[in-house]
């Protein structure tokens, strides 16, 4: 092995330019696969950064409007979405799969008004699963209970960063507790404020459901349903379980029961499903467009050894003259080609992880902002080590197959006309 | 007998069949020193070729020291030019990014010496040459007579049954050649080593003690030449 060592060293001591050449090829397509992975992981951990604010296995159903005339409707018609359609949901038909089952509705403009001062806001009326369905934080209190629920009462919790523009200077989220806040010439108590952040999709305050529907005389007015479910574990079953949900709802307010846009179901689980399939094929394609990049380098490599194998023609001559076997010739073309590939390769590979770590420092800490959210387009967009193991593998196979050719010609070379060659 | 060829016949085809081998007959014992001798083109570098298991025959046989030397795999020809057969070239064929003391160390390496065990040998042949103040310089800083020794050196540190030396004077002056003859006939009369020396030179054909001509791929006349008087030009030169 020392042995083996020594000659390609040697080799490549006699060569270095055509060497460095030839290396920079394979750099730079390493180089290109790195920073490429890099910056997709970037874009898919902004993606993914992006899903978590939500509960990943759960369902959202909105009214829509019909489709195809049913029951003697037209079509066309509008479906509000109402109470019992939350039944309907709660009930045995789906509770083999349905967990907690809760529902919202929008309301507003309102004016708040707090220590005197005011803030615009809109309410969201909803059931305490919104806590756990959006991964509502509270910074203090609590939030909207059952016995809220139950006693209609007008508990309110507040948003962060309306909060913040309610206090008097000097305290903090706290002192708002049990604070009433008017609007409507109704007031409310404060019980709980939540925390919000940047990337918020809209700043609003949630209240009971119930008390809503009470306040703004829609009593059986219901803007969305939403739940969370077990037991879905395929794209086929989740697609069953809607359509047979889409037929009750449908039923039991007279359209088609296949219609499809009579209600809309955004179900968060197969979309995570095709977003996730939807990365994977992204991180395939920039392999590929990687390992394409890096078979430039590759096909460098291959001319190299042959060059070498062709002015090296006489030695290997007189080696297999004095004995050496046809696999020891093709050994040291293999291990040069895999050496040269293998070590650029590594060059490649390290300046492509500071390229990386360049990236994070810089784009993958600005935001951009996009209709009134802010949204980072890049997070961490760095390559693991599972990514370092892959590409040592690609890149003794990559020297194993440039230097394969090279290699079996060298093998091939026969001791009397190497000799006969001046 | 060390080597015995029996009607072997050899055929070139390129392009146009080229018969350069016609039916060669010949035994060579252990420790003869023997010349084989021709014009180019009368085929004693394809018999020379043949010997040294570097290159096929269409017809006959060949027996090296009691094994029939015939349609070989690459692996075995190599292992046994490695076990066998030591090369002496015309133009020495040293490598050259490698010290005089590595290029003898070579074919050690092909039998799986080890690198201390290799290097003690190869220090102990050169130094039998004269060369182990040579041992680390590299084939360009020698003279010719100094890489034809190393060559030789190469040759023997497998302690092959044949030295097979192809115009092993071809690019020396005429002293220098005087030397390397006398190096190898030291060799067959000490170390008791079969060398067949292929040259279209009679002064260095003279040295030997055997002559064998060949002439348009058949064996002419073999020369009887212990008395060393076949050169027309002498007794002890060697013909430039």
New interface residues.
Partial sequence: MKDLLAEIWESIRRNKLRTALTGFAVAWGIFMLIVLLGAGNGLMNAFNQQGEQFASNTMVVYGGVTSQPANGYEAGRYIQLNNNDISITQSALFSENVDEVGATMYSGPYVLVLNGRHVSTYLVGCYPNMKNMNKIELICGRFINPLDMQMERKSLVLSASHASQLLNGGEDYESLLGKSVSFGGNSWMVVGVYKTDKSAQRVEEYVPMPTLQVLTNELNRVGQINFSFHGLATEEDNNQFEARYRAAINKAHKAAPDDQSSIWIWNRFTQNMQMNKGTSILRKALWVLGILTLIGGIVGVSNIMLITVKERTREFGVRKAIGASPWEIMKLILAESVSITAFFGYVGMFLGMVACEVMKMTVGQSSVEFFGESIRLFVNPTVGLDVAIGVTIVLVIAGTLAGLSPAMKAAKIRPIQALNET | MLIELHNIHKTYDNGQPLHVLKGIDLGIEQGEFVSIMGASGSGKSTLL?IL?I??NYDEGEYWLDGKLIKNLS??EA??Y???MIG?V?Q?F??????TAVENVE??L???GFG?KKRNELAMRYLEHFGLAEWATHYPNELSGGQKQRVAIA??LI?NPRILLADEPTGALDSKTSVEVMNLLTDLNRTEKVTIIVVTHESGVANCTDKIIHIKDGIIGETTMNEQHKASVFGTSTIMK
């Fill in positions: 070729n040294g570097l290159d690459e692996k190599a292992h030019r490695n076990q090369f070239f133009s064929n040293l490598i050259n990014f490698k070579l074919p390496y092909y039998q690198r190469r040759a497998t």
